[in-house]
């Protein structure tokens, strides 16, 4: 386990006296000047001599930010008033409360007892009483004494006795804040991944000329919605991606394969919500299903590695996966309740998106993501490059559904050969290749939404590995 106090400069007796009388000095004036709010100090219980560095700060600001959420959430008007956070002695915040002092007094003890990393806050809620500035005590209002956070005596009781030495509380609190660090940093992971994912769906949407697709200038192949309904179909999947990454950072076990069934149960969901957003247009029913397997496995790598290895999100995958095609298909519902893939793998033998995740995704590791780091220039270009070379790899089962023939594969794939010969969107006659393509498609009403989803994961992917911070990326 990390040692936070292997750093910072050591404080002595003097130091830490020169700064108590500062901060009194700090809090008579706030009373003074504002008699109409509540006056709260908060700062940390550190035990021996160093009591500030980059750890302890990152924990406090990061756990006052609970203490703010708490008020916002209670209707309480508060804003801060001057803080301290890089002084050796510890930092420091000050926040000016509008509400009574006791009330304010059983909300930060509250706060202070709700966690046992939260015992390191001294919370004083201050009084002027007799023309002197006082913190209210606990029994004032009502709230029980303070427990140690090493052995959950009454802390005074400790504190008289000396009961514990620096050695035994510096342990316990290092354990305190690593521990809270640690869960921040999860949250942080998760909250990075869920906007990774909104934006591969946005940035897929908003990429232009794409043939068959939806975009903001042209969506002559999907006639029943436009970018407006993309938008709104990819926040209505915010709960969703959250739910996969979080199923991959917290997870206990490497059981894979019931994670996968879990996620299932999180997606059906998920598309009830796409449909509400939508009104009943299926704009990101494939996206639901690859981009939360990979949101959790790179989760889950992270959790396990300490940051994220793409190779290892992709055995990952495989682990999760390796009977989905036999699975899905060896149980068949009734042909009218069928979906197009079933549908395609019973009358052609195609496996589509379900025989191309089993396999860990080859085409997007093999093809998308090499295609999205070879292609120079600005991110619009990067995404059409890049689909163009999915949509010729992609055994495309919308494509086949809209064609009525997995024939149409073939010509498709003629088409795209000759619009990357002819350098793609990289050059002029690349670019009237594939503005033609597009007209085509809309003409025949044609559509590469599997190559789409495909589209989608990568982009997440490159997200991951060019954007995660340092120490957390391969």
């Not at 980059?54 to 008033?81: N, P, S």
């Not at 999100?313 to 009977?323: E, H, I, N, T, W």
């Not at 995404?383 to 809209?402: H, N, P």
């Not at 969107?425 to 190559?451: D, P, V, Y």
Request: with cysteine; hydrophobic share 40%.
């Amino acid at each position: 386990m990390k040692n936070i106090f292997a750093t910072g400069e050591p404080q002595d007796i003097p130091a830490v006296l020169a700064n108590k009388d500062h901060r009194a000095a700090v809090q008579r004036k706030l009373v003074a000047d504002y008699p109409t709010m509540t006056v709260v100090a908060a700062k940390l219980n550190i035990p021996g001599p160093i009591k500030n560095n980059q750890a302890i700060t990152r924990f406090f600001v990061m756990e006052l930010q609970r203490l703010e959420k708490q008020w916002l959430a209670a209707g309480v008007l508060f804003y801060q008033k001057g803080q301290w956070l890089d002084a050796g002695t510890g930092p420091e915040r000050f926040y000016l409360v509008k509400a009574p002092a006791t009330t304010v007094k059983g909300q930060t003890s509250e706060f202070e007892e709700a966690t046992p990393s939260h015992r390191l806050f001294d919370l004083d809620v201050l009084v002027k009483r007799d023309g002197q500035v006082q913190p209210l005590s606990r029994t004032e209002s009502g709230q029980p004494a303070r427990r140690c956070f090493v052995c959950g005596r009454p802390a005074k009781e400790c504190g008289r006795s000396r009961r514990h030495s620096v050695e035994e509380l510096q342990t316990a609190v290092n354990k305190l804040i690593v521990s809270a660090l640690a869960s921040e940093q999860r949250a942080e992971v998760s909250d990075r991944l869920v906007q990774f994912a909104q934006r591969a769906l946005l940035y897929e949407m908003m990429a232009w000329p794409k043939p068959g697709l939806v975009d903001p200038v042209e969506h002559g192949a999907h006639p029943d919605m436009d970018a407006f309904t993309f938008v709104n179909s990819s926040l209505s999947l915010h709960r969703y991606l959250k739910q996969s990454a979080d199923l991959g950072l917290q997870a206990t076990s490497d059981d894979y394969p019931v994670m996968f069934a879990e996620l299932r149960e999180f997606g059906k969901v998920a598309e009830r919500e796409m449909f509400v957003a939508t009104k009943g247009v299926n704009t990101h029913k494939g996206a639901v299903f690859s981009l939360g397997i990979l949101v959790m496995a790179v989760a889950d790598s992270w959790r396990r590695l300490g940051h994220v290895a793409l190779n290892d999100v992709q055995k990952v995958v495989k682990k999760m996966l390796a009977d989905l095609v036999k699975d899905d298909m060896g149980k068949l519902p009734a042909q009218d309740e069928q979906t197009a893939g079933e549908k395609q793998y019973k009358k052609y033998g195609l496996t589509g998106i379900r025989g191309e995740a089993q396999a860990g995704y080859p085409t997007v590791f093999d093809y998308g993501l090499p295609a999205m780091s070879a292609t120079k220039g600005n991110r619009n270009n990067r995404i059409v490059q890049t689909m163009l070379t999915l949509a010729r790899y992609t055994e495309d089962s919308t494509l086949v559904k809209r064609a009525g023939n997995p024939s149409i594969l073939k010509w498709k794939d003629k088409q795209v050969d000759e619009c990357l010969a002819a350098g793609g969107i990289t050059t002029a006659a690349g670019r009237a290749a594939l503005n033609k393509l597009e007209q085509e498609f809309s003409k025949r009403h044609l559509s590469l939404g599997g190559t789409a989803d495909l589209v989608i994961v990568t982009v997440f992917l490159t997200l991951v590995k060019e954007e995660l911070a340092d120490g957390l990326s391969d």
